[in-house]
């Protein structure tokens, strides 16, 4: 990522593309489509003789051989006959008037499709092997017979998909197709056990996996036979899983054995060849297709992916066709598909439609570039949305090279600044909380089970008077502060106990105005790591008890303009629930943890001599 490429772009091109009309009423677009599209349905053999569902959508009068654009999901395509019944067709809107032949098919064991769903498939391990199968297979055998059974197309296939979706595109990269040629992953998952959906640095995403796998990943019983959403019996999210106890309890007392996949990650608490085999960064080695990697900056599920895979193939891929975009948006808020316009989030606001933007200045373009010769949209290396100065930036690289790092040192009486490093030879300052598992810090000020996005940048006074939050903030800015990368917290600490969780939160106070009720503590980035990891996630080692223990880990990388008269705020706490599942405080296998292993801890932060706690700050020149 951080090569030099010669930069054949002009700012004036982010605004360039065609102009056309997204479709505002589903009943006009669907009757567009009648017109334009037939629909036939498909059971696509594979190499083991499993059938899979698949839909195909193709132009009634094109204008030339269209090429073929594939998506592949685990979530079904709502009607299962020769009904259009879909608002467009494409990525967005603005492929619905385009000649192409669309291709939707439902993975391996979902919906239509015959086979075994695993989560997360992992590749397969004899790849000489002609009857081993995976995602990667799947989708070779797929574009195969679409070559050979789709009349009159021009020979290229290109292929996108979100979340679960991106995850299948990133697999069809590996060992690609000879005729995939574009792919765009956006807000693909990569390593599952440092930073998306699963975990984050050991530390297990509860609520959402939770809900996750009970709807998507059980075997008949658990839903019903209608297989509707699960039961949770209350919208209140922080006592439901309080209510559950250890994890260990759940299977028994929820699950039963109808989430397989629960069960293998409740055996799977460190960083072992099971969740080595699942990271796609490995696969990402000579690829081929041209890519669109497409990420949010507050997308909660699957943010880290996207880089990483962009940077793993920018090493070992095609150099002259790999793209990254990130704007400033929720787990798919890019997409016309969410309704969301990406202006907003919540309280932020990000002064225009940083979505409809994007599909037509950039993914569009990209498509049709790269399918049918269409004009070189010119895209820079990485284009990225600069948050609080709310505008995009071409760029050479990410991060770009003009960043510095600054330390922020945490202070006394809950202050922070730049500037000089504490003196070494002041006696150890530090300032202590009890953390109690049985008393969480909250994750979200709604306790909903629903997984609203505006907590992304959720106001933080919801936690700030919490005794066992820390908060540090600077005096008001003189100017502005730009921020590009990932922040990266440097703690000293100690606990009583002998494993401890961090949570280090980067948040934007905006000033109040001389109305308190104006007042919007933003929050910018936030990230945890379970302490017992800090050496290796293969081989956890317990926390010294009562020792000064450093820790260093990153940030979620952010493009943010603070601007002057704002106070950066950084907010440090040890539970963060239910986002994520408690940890003990004791160094046991928290999946297999007794009630009584559970115990109050002592954490202290400390923040002079030597041993002084700072967030560390891209800073780039405004």
């Known amino acids: 990522m951080r090569h030099h490429r010669r930069l054949l772009f002009a700012l004036a091109a982010l605004g360039a593309g065609i102009a056309v009309t997204e479709p505002g009423s589903s009943q006009t677009a669907t009757a567009q489509l009648d017109g334009h599209y037939t629909k036939r349905l498909a059971m696509i053999p594979m190499r083991d003789g499993t059938k899979l569902h698949t839909q195909i959508f193709e132009p009634t009068n094109p204008e030339g051989r269209p090429p073929i654009l594939l998506n592949r999901t685990p979530y079904g395509m709502r009607r299962y006959d020769t009904t259009i019944a879909r608002r467009w067709l494409g990525p967005s809107p603005l492929f619905s008037a385009l000649d192409y032949v669309f291709v939707y098919q439902d993975v ?113 019983g658990l839903l019903g036979p209608k297989r509707g959403r699960f039961d949770f019996g209350t919208d209140d999210a922080y006592a439901y899983f309080l209510g559950l106890g250890p994890l260990g309890a759940v299977d028994e007392r929820v699950f039963r054995g109808r989430v397989p996949a629960w069960t293998e990650y409740m055996t799977h608490g460190v960083y072992d060849a099971y969740w080595r085999q699942r990271n796609p960064l490995r696969l990402m080695r000579d690829v081929r297709p041209a890519a669109l990697h497409v990420a949010g900056w507050f997308d909660a599920e699957d943010f880290r992916g996207p880089l990483e895979i962009y940077d793993r193939t920018e090493v070992d891929g095609r150099r002259d066709a ?106 150890p300052a530090f300032d202590e909380f009890v953390s109690d598992p049985a008393d969480p810090v909250p994750s979200a000020a709604r306790r909903t089970m629903r997984f609203y996005p505006e907590r992304m940048v959720e106001d933080q006074q919801f936690v700030a008077s919490r005794p066992d939050v820390l908060t540090y903030v600077t ?130 932060v400390y923040r002079s001599g030597v041993h002084s706690s700072r967030l560390i700050l891209p800073v780039r020149t405004p």
């Open 108 to 220: 391996r064991g979902q919906h239509g499709s015959e086979g075994e769903f695993r989560v997360l498939r992992p590749p397969r391990t004899v790849r000489s092997d002609p009857r081993a199968v995976d995602e990667t297979t799947d989708a070779f055998d797929t574009i195969e017979w679409l070559l050979d059974h789709v009349p009159d197309h021009n020979g290229r296939v290109g292929m996108w998909g979100i979340s679960y979706g991106a995850w299948q595109t990133v697999m069809a990269m590996a060992d690609a197709h000879p005729a995939l040629v574009a792919v765009s992953p956006q807000a693909s998952p990569g390593d599952m056990f440092v930073g998306d959906d699963i975990h984050h640095h050991g530390a297990f995403r509860l609520h959402y996996m939770f809900g996750w796998l009970a709807h998507m990943a059980s075997t008949s």
């Open 322 to 427: 790999n793209y990254l975009v990130v704007g400033p948006w929720r787990h798919g808020g890019w997409n016309a598909l969410s309704g969301d316009t990406g202006a907003s989030l919540g309280r932020a606001t990000f002064g225009a439609g940083t979505s409809a933007h994007f599909r037509r200045a950039m993914e569009r373009p990209f498509f049709e570039h790269h399918l049918r010769d269409g004009p070189d949209p010119q895209l820079a290396p990485v284009t990225a949305f600069e948050t609080g100065g709310n505008r995009w930036h071409p760029l050479a690289q990410w991060p770009p090279v003009d960043v510095e790092p600054q330390p922020l040192y945490l202070r006394a009486e809950g202050g922070a600044s730049f500037g000089a490093a504490p003196n070494a030879a002041d006696p």
């Open 475 to 604: 005096a008001p800015l003189a100017n502005d502060v730009v921020i590009a990368g990932a922040a990266e917290a440097q703690l000293c600490f100690s606990t009583t106990g002998s494993d401890a969780d961090w949570v280090v939160k980067l948040i934007d106070v905006h000033p109040e105005d001389d109305d308190p009720a104006a007042a919007f503590h933003m929050l910018l980035a936030a990230e945890i790591f379970r302490a017992k990891f800090r050496e290796s996630f293969a081989r956890p080692v317990p926390v010294t008890s009562n020792a000064l223990t450093d820790l260093r880990f990153r940030l979620p990388d952010r493009f943010h303009r603070f601007r002057a008269g704002h106070r950066i705020m950084i907010q440090i706490h040890s539970t963060w629930f239910p986002l994520y599942d408690r940890n003990p405080q004791t160094c046991v296998d928290i999946y297999r943890a007794a009630p009584a292993a559970f115990v109050k801890a002592t954490h202290r």
